[in-house]
């Protein structure tokens, strides 16, 4: 965040001018300390302000505003109960669907539950008369929280004007010093000098795209040749969305990245833009700055990829577009330029008969060079754990994939499983189908998931998780027991929390790293199995592990295969792989007019 005598009055005025760039006018102030710096910031922006020294009759003055100009006015008010007094106001602004933006200064977290002056529980605290609410974190000196701000400004606005309209409620945390006395009597006698920075443009919709959205997304991603399509997970729910999706990066001539739960890294769709490996080239350092894009389009949620975010954050493209539907705001880096609200194989069909009949000569030779680059480490990759003969994360993934083949369906346990799928196993045309419980990406309740979706399928389904994991659920294997759903449960069994032999953790003394993170538990999966009468197989070698995969496609069951892994090896194969896979791609001659050739980093 730019540099400011006082962190409160710094991410306020970027909030401030957010909200005034996204249509918020008037302001009705009941008069407090703990909100001083957001009080100053709205009337600096340019806000006019009404005071109103009582927050019930505030509220409904504010309620009026809204209710005649159908703007949000923003309500502020200081902490403890004169933020209880707006809920009566906020009430009839939900039932009448009257836009408001109701802003509640707070004490920080350290000063919540412990009798401080002026506080009580104002998360949440008006319910589900709101259609939005959120804490904000507390501003600090030496935290850059102005991409945040300023989303935050523009999300409550478009959250509280979007249908059903209504309150949102954001919450504001401020920690003393309060404010900078000096800074704002010169502020103050000078007002509305700053202007305010570019919003994300939101286009409300329903289905299908506005003819104003198309036509303004067209326009700008046609003269970017060096963008992206980012499928995360979710992005295609169907084939003919898939379609849809890949023929926009053939006619924009644009690399497609496509998560492993996107729903297009398998399938019989066109597959000339797809690229699989963008992890690998991450994580390797193969890609460095000549290969950020200067437009991004996104569709689904976050990717699995931990490298990728950092990636794109890197890039700061000046075009971010992101696709969500109304209510989610997948943009954690608050990067977004566009925000669209629209079904994606709507938009993704009109953008491609908006766009040139035929992507530039640029942006040919950009996305040669990625899907040249991408390709070659992936064929490296494949290469290397065709040979490979230690049973780690990614071969266990790459065979039980493989061996299951087109029409069914791999369900991946969060953790350690689904970002080997990520690294290690490249698209295909088969259709195979890819489960993951990545709402929340926890590690519990992957089991009952998976025996779920094997209850109701027509097709085999197999479950791929980790040992923690697995233990976690053992709840599950009475399902197992009773109903006898036909599903293959690979266990990947790194005694204990292999994900954080990749963490910085790993770096701690051997016993502290046991202690807290390896967690080594030393239990035999096969006694669990075998209370629930399913079929037990250990298998310490891939030979092992194929065959058990092939004995369960010729009669499924449930089975459980335990697939033991040693955490320092793995992690030791893992980087070697990659670093090889990387230096595969950089000896990959990028298409003439493509960025630089990618660097590989040494293991």
Do not use: K
Not at 108 to 119: F, G, K, N, V
Not at 130 to 157: C, H, I, K, M, N
Not at 280 to 307: I, K, M, R, Y
Not at 372 to 399: H, K, N, P, S, Y
């Amino acid at each position: 965040m730019t540099a400011e005598p006082n962190a409160n009055a710094g991410a306020m005025r970027v909030f401030a001018r957010a909200l005034r760039a996204a249509g918020v006018r008037e302001v009705c102030i009941s008069p407090g300390s703990r909100s001083t710096a957001t009080a100053l910031a709205v009337v600096q922006a340019g806000l006019r302000p009404w005071v109103v020294t009582d927050e019930r009759t505030a509220g409904f003055f504010a309620l009026g505003i809204g209710r005649a100009s159908g703007c949000p006015a923003a309500l502020l008010c200081t902490s403890g109960t004169a933020a209880a007094n707006y809920l009566p106001a906020v009430v009839e602004a939900s039932m009448a669907e009257v836009p408001l933006v109701v802003l509640t200064a707070d004490r920080p977290p350290e000063l919540r539950d412990c009798h401080a002056a002026q506080t009580i529980d104002q998360v949440r605290l008006y319910g589900t008369h709101a259609r939005w609410s959120v804490d904000a974190p507390a501003p600090g000196a030496g935290v850059d929280l102005e991409a945040y701000f300023r989303t935050l400004a523009q999300r409550a606005v478009a959250v509280a004007t979007e249908a059903p309209r209504g309150p949102v409620h954001v919450n504001l945390p401020m920690r003393e010093p309060l404010l900078d006395v000096a800074d704002e009597r010169g502020r103050c006698a000078t007002p509305h000098g700053e202007g305010a920075e570019p919003l994300p443009r939101v286009y409300a919709a329903s289905g299908a795209p506005s003819s104003e959205a198309v036509a303004h997304l067209a326009a700008a991603l046609a003269v970017r040749p060096r963008g992206v399509v980012v499928c995360g997970p979710g992005a295609a729910r169907d084939g003919a969305t898939a379609a849809a999706l890949a023929r926009l990066a053939e006619r924009l001539g644009w690399p497609l990245l496509a998560d492993p739960l996107s729903g297009l890294r398998f399938g019989p769709h066109d597959r000339a833009s797809i690229v699989d490996a963008y992890d690998v080239l991450l994580q390797g350092g193969a890609l460095d700055a000549a290969w950020h894009p200067e437009a991004v389009l996104q569709f689904g949620t976050p990717a699995v990829s931990a490298a990728l975010p950092r990636f794109l954050a890197a890039a700061r493209a000046p075009h971010y577009v992101v696709v969500a539907p109304p209510g989610r705001w997948p943009d954690p880096l608050c990067a977004a330029t566009d925000l669209v609200r629209a079904d994606p194989r709507a938009l993704a069909e009109a953008l491609a008969a908006a766009v040139p009949a035929a992507p530039s000569e640029a942006a040919r030779a950009w996305r040669a060079a990625w899907c040249a680059t991408a390709g070659a480490a992936r064929a490296a990759l494949d290469g290397l754990l065709a040979r490979e003969t230690t049973l780690f994360e990614g071969v266990i993934a790459a065979d039980v994939a493989r061996a299951l083949g087109d029409g069914a369906t791999l369900h991946v346990g969060n953790s350690l499983p689904v970002r080997a799928l990520d690294t290690f196993v490249g698209g295909a045309s088969a259709a195979l189908r890819i489960d993951c419980n990545r709402g929340a990406n926890g590690i519990d309740g992957v089991v009952a998931t998976a025996l779920g979706t094997a209850a109701l399928a027509e097709r085999p389904t197999a479950l791929v998780v980790g040992d923690l994991s697995f233990l976690h659920d053992l709840g599950a294997l009475q399902v197992a027991a009773r109903h006898r759903v036909p599903l293959l449960v690979v266990v990947v069994n790194n005694d204990g929390g292999g994900i954080f032999s990749f963490l910085p953790q790993a770096g701690l003394d051997a016993d502290t790293f046991e202690t807290l993170f390896g967690t080594p538990h030393g239990l035999d999966l096969g006694g669990a199995v075998a209370m629930c009468g399913g079929a037990y197989v250990r298998a310490t070698n891939r030979v092992a592990l194929g065959a058990a995969v092939d004995a369960w496609r010729a009669a499924p069951t449930f089975a459980v295969v335990e697939a033991p892994v040693e955490r320092a090896a793995s992690r030791a194969l893992h980087a070697r792989l990659v670093a090889e896979a990387c230096r595969a791609a950089g000896r990959a001659t990028p298409a003439a007019g493509g960025p630089a050739r990618p660097r590989a980093r040494e293991p």
